[in-house]
């Protein structure tokens, strides 16, 4: 939406997708190998000459920073990589707007094991006369604490963006038809629409409503359910969809659609599921199997930079799996992940196939297609 008002912006996002440099885009363009490279160097010098010892994704978010400093955007993005108040992105101290998604339950080792928890920790954004956009739908433990924490920080005006028989309020609906978002995409978009208009207002710059409608029309967000062709890989004919669903949240909005738009007639679907070892299979896996679907249980590789990220045993996810739902066929793959596409394959015939569980299972896929069409 920035890019098409003509704003120079920034964006940083997290986890990477297939390299670790595309997190960082600059006007809608992912930032070239050798800039992030050069940047990043600079930062872990200045790290160490320092004494900083700053983490990994403090490392990272320094380097995206500078970066946007370098490039001399007007207004940058920024996702938070986790939680919030205590993550690195929040050293932002006057943000022109900060914005609060849906709130589930994610990271509770860290965060905390109940949504009020959780969402103090989110809450840890919101800024002294800085604006606030809040998803109006979350649970009413989520709402007060945010209504909480806002009154104590005398942040600015917190809009909720509300539901009204399933559809989220607000004008941009007025200009632009539902009719291809889901309940959740409506939310995601009026949400972006909203912090925009508040961030393009505060720095008195106009702007046309129909240049967002054109920027919402052309966004796409890969691993988000994503349709994909992966017949370069396994000779399959028929796309596939790939999701990177990695939480009970995700995982039942990911299971309603493919439920909605798969399983025409109660088709079975194959699911090729890899799951970040520490997240909760009891919440995960029931909102996406059903009885007579095949599972063929991965683990996703090495996470470039990130070591702490390790895949649940594929094994673990089978049991846990077969103790939950009758399954018409289950494995747990050995070898490549090519292999177990291929397998994959075999086994779904010209049945829905779905990819899911994991971001870095989505960005193995991902690169896996990449390396093989450079062949």
């Given at each position: 939406?920035?890019?098409?008002?003509?704003?120079?912006?920034?964006?940083?996002?997290?986890?990477?997708?297939?390299?670790?440099?595309?997190?960082?885009?600059?006007?809608?363009?992912?930032?070239?190998?050798?800039?992030?490279?050069?940047?990043?160097?600079?930062?872990?010098?200045?790290?160490?000459?320092?004494?900083?010892?700053?983490?990994?994704?403090?490392?990272?978010?320094?380097?995206?920073?500078?970066i946007?400093?370098?490039e001399?955007?007007?207004?940058?993005?920024?996702?938070?990589?986790?939680?919030?108040?205590?993550?690195?992105?929040?050293i932002?101290?006057?943000?022109?707007?900060t914005?609060?998604?849906?709130?589930?339950?994610?990271?509770?080792?860290?965060?905390?094991?109940?949504l009020?928890?959780?969402?103090?920790?989110?809450?840890?954004?919101?800024?002294?006369?800085?604006?606030?956009?809040?998803?109006?739908?979350?649970?009413?433990?989520?709402?007060?604490?945010?209504?909480?924490?806002?009154?104590?920080?005398?942040?600015?005006?917190?809009?909720?963006?509300?539901?009204?028989?399933?559809?989220?309020?607000?004008?941009?609906?007025?200009?632009?038809?539902?009719?291809a978002?889901?309940?959740?995409?409506?939310?995601?978009?009026?949400?972006?629409?909203?912090?925009?208009?508040?961030?393009?207002?505060?720095?008195?710059?106009?702007?046309?409503?129909?240049?967002?409608?054109?920027?919402?029309?052309?966004?796409?967000?890969p691993?988000?359910?994503?349709?994909?062709?992966?017949?370069?890989?396994?000779?399959?004919?028929?796309?596939?969809?790939?999701?990177?669903?990695?939480?009970?949240?995700?995982?039942?909005?990911?299971?309603?659609?493919?439920?909605?738009?798969?399983?025409?007639?109660?088709?079975?679907?194959?699911?090729?599921i890899?799951?970040?070892?520490?997240?909760?299979?009891?919440?995960?896996?029931?909102?996406?199997?059903?009885?007579?679907?095949?599972?063929?249980?991965?683990?996703?590789?090495?996470?470039?930079?990130?070591?702490?990220?390790?895949?649940?045993?594929?094994?673990?996810?089978?049991?846990?799996?077969?103790?939950?739902?009758?399954?018409?066929?289950s494995?747990?793959?050995?070898?490549?992940?090519?292999?177990?596409?291929?397998?994959?394959?075999?086994?779904?015939?010209?049945?829905?196939m779905?990819?899911?569980?994991?971001?870095?299972?989505v960005?193995?896929?991902?690169?896996?297609?990449?390396?093989?069409?450079?062949?």
């Open positions: 939406m920035l890019h098409a008002c003509g704003v120079p912006c920034g964006r940083f996002t997290s986890p990477h997708l297939i390299d670790r440099w595309d997190c960082i885009s600059v006007n809608e363009k992912v930032v070239g190998e050798g800039l992030f490279r050069q940047t990043e160097h600079r930062v872990q010098l200045r790290n160490e000459e320092e004494g900083i010892e700053a983490s990994e994704f403090e490392l990272l978010t320094a380097t995206a920073f500078e946007f400093s370098q001399k955007i007007q207004i940058g993005v920024v996702e938070v990589g986790l939680g919030g108040r205590l993550d690195a992105t929040n932002i101290k006057d943000p022109l707007v914005v609060i998604t849906k709130i589930g339950k994610d990271h509770e080792v860290l965060l905390g094991s109940t009020s928890e959780i969402a103090y920790q989110k809450a840890g954004i919101l800024k002294s006369d800085v604006p606030a956009i809040v998803d109006g739908t979350n649970h009413k433990d989520v709402l007060k604490v945010i209504a909480d924490v806002s009154k104590n920080m005398r942040s600015g005006r917190v809009k909720y963006i509300e539901e009204v028989s399933g559809q989220t309020k607000s004008e941009i609906w007025a200009v632009q038809s539902r009719a978002y889901r309940r959740h995409q409506q939310m995601n978009i009026s949400l972006a629409y909203e912090a925009v208009r508040l961030a393009l207002d505060q720095i008195q710059l106009s702007f046309d409503i129909q240049q967002f409608v054109t920027a919402i029309q052309h966004t796409s967000w691993g988000r359910l994503q349709m994909l062709s992966i017949r370069s890989l396994t000779g399959r004919f028929q796309p596939i969809l790939l999701d990177g669903a990695h939480n009970a949240q995700s995982a039942v909005v990911l299971g309603s659609y493919v439920d909605e738009r798969l399983r025409e007639g109660r088709k079975p679907v194959t699911w090729v890899a799951i970040s070892k520490g997240k909760d299979l009891q919440e995960i896996l029931p909102a996406l199997l059903k009885k007579g679907d095949t599972l063929v249980a991965v683990e996703f590789g090495p996470v470039d930079q990130m070591p702490w990220v390790q895949p649940m045993p594929a094994e673990e996810i089978l049991d846990t799996a077969r103790a939950m739902v009758k399954l018409d066929r494995w747990a793959a050995q070898g490549s992940l090519h292999d177990a596409l291929r397998s994959s394959v075999e086994a779904s015939g010209e049945r829905p779905v990819i899911a569980g994991s971001l870095y299972l960005s193995d896929v991902l690169r896996l297609l990449r390396n093989t069409h450079r062949i």
